[in-house]
């Protein structure tokens, strides 16, 4: 055998090894689901579909003028009057959508489960963190809950054998959803008011190629998920309820908090105050989203993810499309 194969031969142990011994490490610490964790009957209604149809098309009508197209946007509705099953519909809820601070439900979940199973301990350091990610979406507070939960941290890019293992434990949060059912996702990266650098860009493949991808569907069903206290304990869904509780008619940092600039929009413009709701919004350059769990005085009680892309601005999309949806659901 020559010098180079042997080198080469040599070269391909040693990741493997370290890779091996990344995986092993890290099954100490990976995040499992609750032993006695039952993926939610996700039931195709199709009154439900009507209704969010009827809301595509009002949305298309409504702004079809300013470029709205239908590849811009994607919805996808959950009817929790019955908390048994999950009664929904979707339009291009499968498509996968950079999601911008959306992902940040996603990571204080996954924290809550690993606070729960003792994998990580609570800090007043990490509380803080856990409650500005949510609360003030913060992107340094995310920064800090990802390393937190995956044992990395940003710095120079890597060779190619200590990446690996790296990005092995990166990818923790999306190996727990993905043993949950949970598909089409990726929820790996750390958020950034600019762009990422070293070897967060190598982590991003350098193109955008591995960049956080998440569908309507995946984030509607961790919401009702959440609400129903399907993945943890009563006292842990509560905590992350009171992190995502807004309040429409509160005190706001401007027209684009996540109180008043998305879902809560519509309760606003509509002076529609017997209402409760919880939220996580994504805003960026690019894209405008919301995930949000509705209650009302008469009853209805609805999960709804609203994903709008080259309408970054666009503040009336979602709640035109909240609007009718509930409209929809009331007549019902």
Same mark, same amino acid.
């Given at each position: 055998m020559s010098l180079s194969r042997i080198v080469a031969s040599l070269t391909l142990v040693c990741c493997l090894a370290a890779l091996v011994s990344a995986q092993s490490g890290a099954s100490k610490v990976e995040i499992v689901k609750p032993k006695s964790y039952k993926a939610p009957k996700m039931t195709a209604s199709p009154a439900l579909k009507s209704i969010v149809d009827t809301a595509v098309a009002e949305a298309m009508q409504k702004f079809g003028a300013r470029n709205l197209k239908a590849s811009d946007f994607a919805v996808t509705v959950i009817d929790l009057r019955d908390a048994t099953k999950f009664n929904w519909a979707e339009y291009r809820g499968e498509v996968p959508i950079y999601p911008a601070s959306v992902v940040k439900m996603f990571y204080m979940a996954a924290l809550e489960?690993?606070?729960?199973?003792?994998?990580?301990?609570?800090? *007043?350091?990490?509380?803080?963190?856990?409650?500005?990610? *949510?609360?003030?979406?913060?992107?340094?507070?995310?920064?800090? *809950?990802?390393d937190v939960l995956t044992n990395t941290a940003s710095g120079a890019e890597m060779p190619q054998r200590d990446f690996e293992a790296w990005q092995y434990k990166r990818n923790r949060v /999306?190996?727990?959803?993905?043993?949950?059912?949970?598909? /089409? *996702? /990726?929820? /790996?990266q750390k958020t950034f008011c600019e762009d990422a650098y070293g070897i967060e860009q190598q982590s991003r493949n350098y193109k955008g190629q591995n960049r956080n991808m998440i569908t309507t569907n995946a984030t509607a069903r961790l919401m009702a998920e959440i609400v129903t206290g399907n993945l943890n304990t009563p006292e842990r869904t509560a905590r992350m309820m009171d992190l995502m509780k807004r309040d429409p008619f509160g005190k706001a940092a401007d027209g684009d908090d996540q109180n008043n600039g998305f879902t809560g929009k519509y309760f606003i413009d509509n002076n529609i105050r017997d209402i409760k709701l919880w939220s996580k919004a994504g805003w960026t350059s690019k894209t405008r989203h919301d995930a949000a769990y509705v209650e009302t005085a008469d009853g209805l009680k609805f999960v709804i993810a609203v994903y709008t892309e080259n309408h970054a601005n666009e503040r009336n999309i979602i709640p035109t499309i909240v609007g009718k949806v509930m409209d929809g659901m009331k007549k019902n």
């Open positions: 489960r690993q606070l729960e199973d003792k994998k990580v301990t609570m800090t *007043i350091e990490l509380q803080r963190g856990l409650k500005d990610m *949510i609360v003030d979406s913060s992107n340094e507070a995310t920064q800090y *809950i990802l /999306n190996r727990w959803f993905s043993s949950m059912g949970y598909t /089409n *996702i /990726n929820v /790996n």
